[in-house]
């Protein structure tokens, strides 16, 4: 398993060698279906890892939640058809031992356990004394902290090789995705568990396959170490999201079109030729932070004429004037309108947080 974590990155640079592509049906439907899929992937050369989905948590009952254990002889024949290694995701302390008894290299724990520290901690129990690897999907929800602890406890409990698996976030009200993938988050957790492994599910990110190309070249140009897609042989027809499977063949196209970034082989050269942009760049971030230290003095000196004068703190109509002025100045100068919003919304918390502590200031 430890070689086939050493194919998420460019370790020769002379080399075609492209990260880590694990692909599968969503779902384990029949015994000719997954070997099927897992057959046609092998065909093509380009898969390093084979996944199909067991046991599905759903929302609602009544749905298809999975074939259950006998899947797992399935996989496990495919496995010693294909010679590729098998990957399944795994929800409670039963299904990790069924998974370890047939022969799964590697195991995944899914959004909607990573969002309950009761059910990672279950899983982590059963692994404790077992040499595998262990990938952790976000939580549905956006909060970080439950995605690191997840890290943790599989950690504490002697799992030394863990990655993680970026699916995307649930978000209210969006459209485009079938969830959003909020790319400033994962790129905080690369920063916080640096060398740790990260692969992008476009799949669950797109939620449908017109998008699929865009998603996974955003993942690659990001520095991922890989990408988890599902395949299907009959996608049209498949008993659990269909709508984000692609065939085995248009995966090979998908994988031929994507640019493949890698880091500059001549690190002395790379780091040269950008030293000198990178300190124009602290320059600016210098100057920036200073004029925002003198704007929230500014800001204090606001709140403590509205402390003097019983004026409330938000002023709504004045808010709307800075924003309208701030996205037209911004279009100007080639910053989109989505940036400024969040960019002055931040700016505009910590205005109002100074201009609290000024009001109530004894």
């Avoid at 093509?44 to 890892?49: E, H, P, Y």
């Avoid at 030729?273 to 600016?284: H, P, V």
């Avoid at 100045?329 to 700016?347: C, H, N, Q, R, S």
């Amino acid at each position: 398993m430890e070689q086939i974590l050493s194919k998420t990155k460019f370790s020769d640079p002379a080399s075609d060698k492209k990260p880590l592509i694990i692909s599968g049906p969503c779902s384990a439907e029949t015994e000719e279906q997954t070997l099927a899929t897992c057959l046609a992937l092998a065909k093509t050369g380009k898969v390093d890892m084979l996944r199909a989905g067991i046991w599905k948590p759903r929302t609602r009952p009544g749905s298809f939640e999975g074939i259950g254990t006998k899947g797992l002889v399935w996989l496990q024949k495919a496995k010693e058809l294909t010679g590729l290694p098998i990957t399944v995701e795994v929800a409670t302390g039963k299904q990790v031992e069924d998974a370890l008894h047939f022969g799964v290299d590697v195991l995944w724990i899914g959004a909607r356990s990573t969002v309950n520290p009761f059910s990672v901690q279950e899983i982590a129990d059963a692994l404790r004394g077992v040499d595998t690897t262990v990938l952790i999907k976000n939580p549905i929800n956006p909060d970080l902290e439950l995605w690191v602890g997840a890290v943790e406890r599989v950690q504490r409990a002697g799992i030394t090789k863990v990655g993680l698996i970026h699916r995307g976030f649930s978000s209210y009200g969006n459209t485009e995705y079938r969830n959003a993938p909020m790319w400033h988050l994962p790129i905080e957790m690369k920063r916080r568990l640096p060398g740790m492994p990260i692969i992008c599910d476009p799949s669950h990110i797109s939620g449908r396959r017109d998008i699929l190309q865009e998603v996974s070249q955003e993942a690659i140009d990001l520095d991922y170490d890989g990408l988890m897609i599902e395949t299907h042989v009959d996608p049209d027809h498949a008993w659990s999201d269909a709508k984000q499977q692609i065939t085995p063949e248009r995966l090979a196209e998908l994988l031929d079109g994507i640019q493949w970034r890698r880091e500059h082989s001549d690190k002395a050269a790379f780091n040269s030729a950008l030293d000198k942009l990178r300190g124009q760049i602290n320059q600016i971030d210098d100057e920036i932070i200073q004029l925002l230290g003198n704007r929230m003095r500014v800001a204090e000196k606001i709140g403590q004429y509205k402390k003097e004068n019983n004026i409330t703190i938000l002023q709504t109509n004045r808010w709307n004037e800075i924003l309208e002025r701030s996205v037209r100045k911004g279009e100007k100068v080639g910053l989109t309108k989505e940036f400024i919003v969040k960019y002055f919304d931040a700016v505009h918390l910590e205005s109002i947080s100074r201009q609290n502590r000024v009001m109530n200031e004894q």
